[in-house]
């Protein structure tokens, strides 16, 4: 999908005071080019008329510029790094960004990220819930091979 004829017609949309369309098609094209960091701003732009903080917020988080309040509502909206990873929808590795502020934004969620989803092994809880797993997949393999055994013998009975 080419930007330009899209980006118009957010034009003709806003210039009407239709931002729900204008959103849908900027969202269009951000998902399309996700590492371009104007077509972000835009989308925030226009959430940020609409008086939508989290989401101004969520689109602008790799600029700059971003305002600190937006960006709060944000990161409190989506509280643990996993979730604001996922919801930036950045395809590919922090490499890709076109400036150091947003490479160092994204390295440093993805970061927090890998340290939320997979704590050091000395944090982990053990014990219980270790033998709980245990005790539940062997009761699983106890059941799948009651039912085979009961398959068996039904179809040897004919």
């Known amino acids: 999908m080419p930007k330009a004829p899209v980006l118009d017609k957010v034009a003709v949309d806003l210039a009407h005071g239709h931002t729900q369309p204008a959103i849908q098609r900027l969202s269009s094209l951000v998902n399309a080019y996700p590492h371009d960091l ?9 959430h940020r008329m609409t008086g939508n903080a989290v989401e101004a917020g969520r689109w602008d988080y790799l600029n700059p510029t971003a305002e ?61 819930r270790g033998a709980l797993a ?9 059941v799948v091979a009651l039912a085979v055994l009961g398959a068996v013998t039904v179809l040897q009975a004919f």
């Open 134 to 142: 245990v005790a539940a997949l062997a009761g699983a393999l106890a």
């Open 38 to 46: 104007d077509l972000r701003h835009r989308l925030a732009a226009v």
């Open 68 to 128: 600190p309040a937006e960006t709060s509502a944000f990161e409190r909206a989506f509280p643990s790094a996993p979730r604001r990873l996922a919801a930036l929808r950045w395809r590919g590795s922090a490499d890709l960004a076109p400036t150091e502020h947003a490479r160092r934004r994204l390295v440093e969620l993805t970061e927090a990220a890998e340290r939320e989803v997979a704590p050091p092994a000395e944090t982990r809880p053990r014990g219980r």
